[in-house]
């Protein structure tokens, strides 16, 4: 009995070694292992971020809005038709010496009227000297 004794009493050294082994493990990995209040901290920690970032709907939305802002300005199309109707404006239009030309002609009329005045006074008044001496 001794014996058996003996042989259970190494068994029993053999298991508190390998429990007193598996409680350092245990404590060694305790501290790697989150708690129900750390998950509720980073839960609150997440939260809080979540109420920071756009969702999809947000995305969407802001999308819709510069969509209707891109309808709003003109595009390089746009603008090349834009540029094509003033050259076009600009083409009806006199130009520096068209202006030139037109000057030059008022001023050819002008002294053609003049001349015409004048020839029309000494005219009449040729006239009116003619038929004051003919009148007794």
Do not use: C
């Amino acid at each position: 009995m001794d014996e058996q004794i003996t042989q259970l009493d190494r068994r029993l050294t053999s298991v508190e070694k390998e429990v007193a082994v598996l409680v350092a493990d245990t404590a060694s990995t305790l501290p790697r292992h989150a708690t129900k209040e750390d998950v509720a901290k980073v839960e609150v920690r997440v939260s809080v971020i979540q109420s920071n970032y756009a969702t999809k709907e947000d995305l969407v939305k802001l999308e819709a809005q510069v969509s209707a802002f891109q309808s709003i300005f003109a595009t390089k199309d746009d603008l090349a038709k834009l540029e094509a109707k003033v050259s076009a404006i600009q083409a009806n239009y006199a130009t520096k010496g068209d202006i030139a030309d037109l000057k030059l002609y008022l001023a050819k009329l002008e002294t053609r009227m003049t001349v015409w005045a004048v020839a029309a006074f000494v005219s009449i008044s040729s006239v009116v000297v003619s038929v004051v001496k003919l009148w007794p």
